[in-house]
């Protein structure tokens, strides 16, 4: 039987517990991978000075610690690197991860929660929501009807594992869906992709624009304040991406002016957002304090789920999903 | 080739638009429904001094006129009197209903869009937007994490057009769904189906409970201080039958104590709400202004669909759907 392979889970104590992954955690996705957690020995261990004897020795590390930085004198046998969110924007440059390892994001684990909130968003925005909230806060009742949902169309920019969650939760709605990425290569989620040189002609469009692709030097702003007067009179966005891939104050200005029916943030700059930012009182604009895409109960389970599904890919050798393209930037 | 029906839309300027029903919409009616279409001669005519020569002439009423007492004397020849509400609960007694004229109501016209709302009802409070739109009122960001909704249980009040609505989207977001109507009789929306008689026992296990009946003698305060009690510590509850099936006093308590975790009602009491009402500050509520199930563009097509099915039955001499039973009152 061959050694076991050493793997370190950082425990970082600064993130939210929702992220942390426990010891308890960490068992019960064992008994529900028994065959490949039988072939690994793992270790919790705190981020900080503990953490350095136990990175000598590891293979495969979930999380990347706080001093990054280190890893290449400090973990020599390291193969296998996990990050336990899906957006690596705030790792680059990656010139810090050591030649010949691997690694790997969390795609995958946001999908499910993001798909409801984006039948959140798509409805309450529709709905007129925002005007309605506004409404009641100056408790005046003032009826604001609404068409449905079905036959309007989203256009959704970026086709990864919130993209593909933001066209399911349109086609649910009776929406038409155009997807946006690199290549125009089709998704099965979405009616029609088209590559994201064709974005200019597709906005004027949409009733609904989500923005839902990782943050890089190619999508930085890339729903500026040109590509806002695009959009359709009285169309609405969505950003569950990156504060970054928006610029914001654009957006703040067409809702604003009526140019645009509302919007939905889940991603601000900075985070937490002060309190003099315009931004809070836009009107027809929500804000929510980026939690749409986490499970308060299962996201640990998940990730777990994830990486054990990996885990059987590494030790037979196969290549790994879901790994970080340096290039690319995701 | 026998006469032509008279029928008598009858037009309500007081109404919102989207209730009435115009020239083009009647016509564009009759073209999906071509063969009951030649058997009818429809008139729109304005509600009041100019509608009694259309009513002593009317073999059929689409709109019940406001001097609904006088049809007895002023529509002898009335044999089917159409509301183009679901709810009759304002036109209770129906003493004034002429004797052997069939009434029917506008049940059918409201689930698409009931269904849209309730997924929006369903996703806000599970993701807990009446915090995040108060802390985004007060420029405060603070992270609020919540669980998916799949696996969530939800307790329908009425399996009528709204209540399966409600089932319906319900399953899709992954919940179980228990309905309650009057007597225990299954409905393919939901998963069980209990006499109202056991709500008392039913209560505690719901995460969701949705007020989805009509308002009548039985229905009236169906959901009290004592019920509201009964309810899961945390659980939410939804409102878009009519106000007068809770005791909204008691809701308002039972939040400000965090004893409930969120509501949305769609129905107060009365409409418009008044400024000085101490609904429009309670914690964790939110307040729609009977927007719920009304769709802004479709309302009147959907509402003519309803009844040329209707007609087809009607010329056929087959019984109507949707009849009221004044014993029941609804």
Same mark, same amino acid.
């Given at each position: ?9 950082? $425990? ?48 495969? &590390? ?15 046998? !390291? ?21 010949? &390892? ?41 009826? &604001? ?45 979405? $009616? ?6 064709? %974005? $200019? ?7 609904? &624009? ?26 609405? !966005? ?21 140019? %645009? ?17 315009? %931004? ?13 895409? $986490? ?19 590494? !030790? ?15």
């Amino acid at each position: 039987m061959p050694a076991r392979l050493r793997v370190l889970i950082v $425990d970082s104590p600064g993130k939210h517990p929702l992220y942390r992954i426990t010891r308890e955690q960490w068992r019960a996705a064992c008994a529900r991978h028994p065959a490949p957690a039988r072939r690994v020995a793992a270790r919790i261990v705190r981020d900080g000075p503990a953490l350095a004897p136990a990175l000598a020795r590891a293979e495969a &590390v979930i999380g990347v610690p706080a001093r990054r930085d280190e890893l290449c004198a400090g973990a020599p046998r !390291l193969r296998w690197l996990h990050h336990t969110s899906a957006g690596v924007d705030g790792l680059v440059p990656l010139d810090w991860l050591p030649r010949g &390892v691997a690694f790997t994001n969390n795609s995958g684990a946001h999908g499910a929660k993001a798909e409801e909130y984006l039948r959140m968003a798509y409805t309450m925005l529709n709905c007129r929501m925002p005007r309605i909230i506004a409404d009641q806060h100056a408790r005046r009742w003032r009826q &604001v009807f609404s068409p449905g949902l079905a036959g309007q169309s989203a256009l959704i920019v970026g086709l990864g594992d919130l993209g593909k969650a933001a066209a399911r939760a349109a086609r649910e709605l009776g929406m038409t869906v155009t997807g946006v990425n690199r290549s125009g290569r089709r998704v099965p989620e979405a $009616d029609a992709v088209h590559p994201v040189a064709r %974005l $200019d002609a597709l906005l004027p469009r949409a009733d609904y &624009v989500v923005l839902a692709t990782p943050l890089t030097a190619a999508t930085r702003r890339i729903i500026d304040r040109r590509r806002l007067a695009h959009m359709k009179r009285g169309a609405c !966005l969505i950003n569950i991406a990156r504060a970054g891939v928006l610029d914001a104050a654009a957006l703040s200005a067409a809702l604003a002016r009526g140019r %645009l029916g509302g919007a939905m943030l889940d991603v601000v700059e900075p985070e937490p957002l002060p309190r003099s930012s315009p %931004l809070w009182r836009t009107p027809n604009l929500v804000i929510t304090p980026h939690v749409s895409c $986490d499970d308060s109960e299962r996201y640990s389970d998940i990730t777990l789920d994830l990486w054990f599904a990996n885990l059987e890919r590494f !030790l037979a050798d196969r290549a790994l999903k879901h790994r970080v393209d340096p290039r690319k930037g995701y």
